[in-house]
């Protein structure tokens, strides 16, 4: 079974510009979270989506947003990029338990999207 | 924000010992699992217990956890140079029903041959 895949691997963006990374989960896997990884700041968690709703968000303006298609595919977007954006994004996708109705606690991630905003 | 601490930030060892990395966390939490990262690559899932357990173990990992504590600790046993990586432990908060992660910062470990 293919793991999880994030594209593209490596972006150079500008200040002042926006940007999207992809996310494609686990095949069954209906839950998809996001995470910033800086020297500074460490793992900080962005959002997470389970059938194409936000169920948490973490503490980042609203610059950050997200989506999850009903393929459960997800998305992030950055608008207005400022150097301190510049990050290791991880996205990570949970298996959804049919006895449970929700996601299972273990989290598989994705490679990242190293972001570099000069 | 990170849930907690984790000690020691950065360890040396040589191939064959033992590596215990320890992990404190702040809240009431459902599980606690570690993680570990090569070199600013992906993140991969070594553990998890839950938070009415004590012990688990897997392959060369051992990890404890005390909720009167709030902390646990992750054993490496015979380490191997393959195992020189960070390693992260990551909390669920008990009062939140998504899968939102919070973790520490961190231990590199370095295993020489």
């Known amino acids: 079974k293919a793991g999880v895949t994030q594209t593209p691997r490596y972006l150079i963006k500008t200040r002042g510009q926006q940007v999207t990374l992809s996310c494609s989960p686990i095949?069954?896997?209906?839950?998809v979270s996001w995470y910033q990884q800086t020297p500074g700041q460490g793992l900080q968690f962005l959002f997470e989506?389970?059938?194409?709703?936000?169920?948490n968000k973490g503490n980042f303006p609203g610059r950050f947003s997200g989506r999850q298609f009903s393929n459960s595919r997800s998305e992030m977007n950055v608008s207005t990029l400022e150097l301190g954006d510049s990050a290791l994004y991880l996205c990570?996708?949970?298996?959804?338990?049919?006895?449970?109705?929700?996601?299972?606690?273990?989290?598989?991630f994705g490679p990242g999207t190293r972001l570099t905003v000069l | 924000s990170q849930q907690g601490e984790e000690d020691p930030q950065a360890l040396s060892i040589q191939e064959g010992e033992n590596a215990t990395m320890n992990c404190s966390y702040k809240?009431?939490?459902?599980?606690l699992q570690w993680y570990r990262q090569n070199s600013g690559r992906g993140l991969v899932h070594l553990i998890l217990i839950r938070s009415n357990e004590r012990e688990k173990h897997s392959g060369r990992l051992r990890v404890t956890l005390d909720t009167s504590k709030k902390s646990s600790s992750l054993l490496i046993t015979a380490s191997r140079a393959a195992d020189t990586a960070s390693y992260f432990c990551a909390t669920a908060d008990y009062n939140n029903a998504g899968n939102m992660l919070t973790f520490g910062g961190g231990t590199r470990l370095m295993v020489k041959p």
């Open positions: 095949s069954g896997h209906r839950s």
């Open positions: 990570a996708s949970s298996l959804f338990s049919i006895s449970t109705g929700t996601s299972t606690d273990t989290q598989y």
């Open positions: 989506y389970f059938s194409e709703t936000q169920r």
């Open positions: 809240t009431s939490i459902n599980n």
